[in-house]
């Protein structure tokens, strides 16, 4: 099972230079536009065409180019501001006013 550092190194390989001709801005625009696909599974279900496997797996996958481009680490950054505990209230679970 590969981690989530590799599958970031993963979008790299197979998307790296592409990506990098595209640019952050439009990147991002993408990414959003899958976000809204997985939207569209929830609203649509079965209609959309789609499934949540597909569309989680395309904006995790957006969300991985987005962050070659601006130079994250998406793992070590998660673990920092999640790794021990919540960010806000440091519990675990989390102990913060529902929103
Ligand atoms: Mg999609
Ligand atoms: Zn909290």
Known sequence: MASLSELQRMMDRLYGD?????GP???LLWLVSEVAEVAEVLIKGKASGS?????????????LSF???????????????YGSGCPR???IPCVCPER
């Open 18 to 22: 592409r990506d990098r001709k595209r």
């Open 89 to 91: 209230c440091k519990r």
């Open 25 to 27: 801005e439009r990147t």
């Open 51 to 63: 499934s949540y496997e597909d569309e989680l797996a395309d904006a995790l996958a957006w969300l």
């Open 67 to 81: 962050s070659n481009l601006v130079g994250v680490d998406l793992e070590s950054a998660f673990m920092r501001r």
